[in-house]
């Protein structure tokens, strides 16, 4: 190593080697000399963790509720082909650990967002009919009034609900079942 050099090892150890043939370490990256070789001024705060002062399930909860997030931005906007647990990740700016902590695959992300879509779709229709008259032909308004406001509001909803997973394999609905080969008499 020439005399003056200054390089980078393995867990980020800055050296300085001298004259004499001896080596100065510098202990991480902030403690880098300068061009001038004064080291480099240390943040004397840390930044707080986005997750301190919550509990363990408060901080599962939001992390699920943000990979949900991301997933509907995700299959709204880009579609199934490009939504990917890698993707997810990114985009919720979580390691992947985080996602296999709240599904098992991206067919279950796929199902839970469709889930919750529906979910905040049947409680504003619960509400805006149960809200109005007791008439059928009110009740009937006001629920289709509703369902188009719900898609109006959120279009990526729209998307969900009625493009990306009528067509997708974890929302597809399981096969006829064959009441011959099942031992049923078909009564037609």
Same mark, same amino acid.
């Given at each position: 190593?020439?005399?003056?050099?200054?390089?980078?090892?393995?867990g980020?150890?800055?050296?300085? /080697? @001298?004259?004499?043939?001896?080596?100065?370490?510098?202990?991480?990256?902030? &403690?880098?000399? =300068? *061009?001038d070789?004064?080291?480099?001024?240390?943040?004397?705060?840390?930044?707080?963790s986005?997750?301190a002062g919550?509990?363990?399930?408060?901080?599962?909860?939001?992390?699920?509720?943000?990979l949900?997030?991301?997933?509907?931005?995700?299959?709204a906007?880009?579609g199934?082909?490009?939504?990917?647990?890698?993707?997810?990740c990114?985009?919720?700016?979580?390691?992947?650990?985080?996602f296999y902590e709240?599904?098992? /695959? @991206?067919?279950?992300l796929l199902?839970?967002?469709?889930?919750?879509?529906? &979910?905040d779709l =049947? *409680?504003?229709?619960?509400?805006?009919?149960?809200?109005?008259p007791p008439?059928?032909?009110?009740?009937?308004?006001?629920?289709?009034?509703t369902?188009?406001?719900?898609?109006?509001?959120?279009?990526?909803?729209?998307?969900?609900?009625?493009?990306?997973?009528?067509?997708?394999?974890?929302?597809?609905?399981?096969?006829?079942?064959?009441?011959?080969?099942?031992?049923g008499?078909?009564?037609?």
């Open positions: 190593m020439r005399a003056g050099r200054t390089v980078c090892t393995a980020q150890v800055w050296k300085r /080697t @001298l004259p004499e043939g001896g080596m100065v370490r510098f202990g991480s990256l902030a &403690d880098r000399p =300068t *061009a070789n004064a080291p480099i001024d240390k943040p004397t705060t840390r930044r707080p986005r997750w919550m509990s363990q399930h408060d901080r599962r909860a939001e992390r699920r509720d943000l949900l997030d991301t997933a509907l931005e995700l299959l906007t880009e199934f082909g490009a939504t990917s647990v890698r993707a997810v990114a985009g919720a700016e979580l390691n992947p650990r985080y709240s599904f098992e /695959t @991206l067919d279950d199902v839970a967002v469709y889930d919750r879509v529906v &979910d =049947t *409680a504003a229709v619960t509400a805006a009919v149960l809200a109005g008439e059928l032909r009110s009740q009937m308004h006001n629920a289709i009034a369902i188009l406001d719900f898609v109006v509001e959120d279009p990526r909803r729209g998307r969900i609900l009625y493009q990306v997973a009528p067509g997708e394999r974890g929302l597809e609905p399981p096969p006829p079942r064959d009441r011959a080969a099942a031992g008499a078909d009564r037609t």
